[in-house]
């Protein structure tokens, strides 16, 4: 299919090691990559857990339940053909290093996302470890492609963040179409809890976060709003401007958001929906929903499927689209596994789930 050396790999078992495969983005990770035909589990390390079962910290992955983790460092993790990269942000950059070029290296956290150190410094605090080609397959790009070209071959991919999967894919159609303005788009979502990561936090308490939501990182702060500017920029072709307010939502997985951008000049209800349907119309994942109904993240939970609703405000003049994903699938491991997939020549979808969990 694609004239690349990797694709000779596809001819044999590909080893995929997971770092940090303790945690709520590893371990999903090892779930999708136990029903993927054309893979074994390589090493599997975390942090402080290094030298326990995995089956202590992920009972459901019965298959590896006896694997004992390793330390995370290079050493563990050499000879497989791909390393999946499930650690807290800032871990990445300098164990990558030490990987070498042969391995596809596949980065869950955010250290490789951003385009724009300055944005990096300014969100998160420290020195940009560079930038690796966006997982992001399904992003239009403006002036025509996808973001999908720049994956196959690859062997350094950053897997987006789970809010920006949801608020790129919701609104990028109506940017690259010309149907939304740039100016003043407004994003406000809901995450699961799983979001956080498993490392115990009060905020996260089930007395805490049962029977309540709340938001946070409110005002513009959030470090997913560059990510999440920078691909609506790529598909608008000019800067993007986002006010992101993310909520916390009594739920384990699963995130939801409601975008609004204005309506360019004489856009109209149908020319919003044509927009939507034909960017989408091919996409294996990113399902826009029949007019009428509307994303339930419960549709989407253990599924690697984006649901998707768009309707024009004409009161208002404001275009509204809602995404649902599950934040721990496509929102980072499924991901991961479609990046990994391109970046080997293998077809786009193996391994991954359509169907959702609901009720
Ligand atoms: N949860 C989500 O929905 C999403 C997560 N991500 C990203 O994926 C990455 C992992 O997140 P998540 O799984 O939620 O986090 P968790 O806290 O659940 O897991 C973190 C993992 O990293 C390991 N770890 C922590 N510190 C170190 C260290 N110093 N050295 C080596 N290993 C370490 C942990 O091991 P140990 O068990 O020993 O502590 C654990 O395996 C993060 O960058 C996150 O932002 C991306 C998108 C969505
Ligand atoms: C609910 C919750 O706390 N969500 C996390 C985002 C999820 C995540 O892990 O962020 P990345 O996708 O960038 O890795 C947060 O707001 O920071």
Partial sequence: MHDHPWVCMVMHMVQVAVAGASG???????????GHPDVTVGALTAGSSAGSALGEHAPHLLPLADRVLGPTDAE???????????LPHGASGPLAAELGDGVL??????????????????????????????????????????????????????????????????????MAAGVCEPEDVVVVAASGTSGAGRAAKVGMLGAEVMGSMSPYGVGGVHRHTPEVEQGLSQAAGRPVTVSFTPTLAPMPRGILATATAHAAPGATASAVRAAWEDAYA??????????GR????????GSNAVHLQVALDE????????????????????????GMNLALGLPESTGLPLVGLAP
């Fill in 24 to 34: 709520y983005a590893g371990a999903e990770v090892c779930r999708l990559l136990l």
């Fill in 76 to 86: 563990t993790l050499a000879g497989a053909d791909v390393v999946v990269l499930a």
């Fill in 105 to 174: 290296v596949v980065d869950a956290a955010a250290d490789h996302r951003l385009v724009d150190p300055a944005a990096w410094e300014a969100f998160y605090g420290s020195d940009h470890a560079g930038t690796w080609p966006y997982a992001l397959p399904e992003l239009l790009l403006a002036g025509g492609g996808r973001q999908r070209d720049a994956l196959v071959g690859a062997r350094r991919l950053a897997v987006p963040g789970c809010y920006p999967t949801a608020c790129v894919l919701a609104l990028a159609p109506g």
């Fill in 282 to 291: 091919d996409e294996p994942f990113v399902h826009l929903l029949p007019p």
């Fill in 294 to 301: 509307w994303p339930r993240t419960k549709d989407v939970a």
């Fill in 315 to 338: 009161r208002v003049g404001r275009v509204v689209a809602v995404a649902a994903v599950d934040n721990l699938v496509k929102g980072t491991a499924g991901a991961a596994v479609q």
